[in-house]
């Protein structure tokens, strides 16, 4: 089965980095499209960045755009998120995420999140 586990997390000061791991198993991860999400308590989960299955396409929300890069390592199976200039208003849990159609159904995969705190 399709499992997403992320890892990097932690606390960081104001204009630090960090940089988030996501390790893949159950699906051949070289052919899907990657996502990392945020969510704050109270809010919904937002997307943050995505790439498509061979890494020659990202896209972000402005709000990250020229600060983070994400990244994928094919044959680690493993999908990165380069987080740079971090602000408070970054702090959030960061989810790593996937998808795939069963005919018409899409189903949405999610790893257990990791929490970003940035604050001095």
């Known amino acids: 089965q399709v499992r997403l586990v992320e890892s990097g997390g932690g606390l960081v000061q104001p204009g630090g980095s960090l940089t988030l791991s996501c390790a893949a198993s159950?699906?051949?991860?070289?052919?899907?499209?990657m996502s990392w999400y945020r969510q704050v308590p109270g809010k919904e989960r937002v997307l943050v960045a995505s790439i498509i299955s061979t890494g020659g396409s990202t896209n972000y929300a402005d709000s990250v755009k020229g600060r983070f890069t994400i990244s994928r390592d094919n044959a680690k199976n493993t999908l990165y998120l380069q987080m740079n200039s971090l602000k408070p208003e970054d702090t959030a849990v960061y989810y790593c995420s996937t998808y795939r159609y069963r005919g018409s159904m899409r189903y949405d995969y999610w790893g257990q999140g990791t929490q970003v705190t940035v604050s001095s």
């Open positions: 159950g699906f051949v991860f070289s052919t899907y499209a």
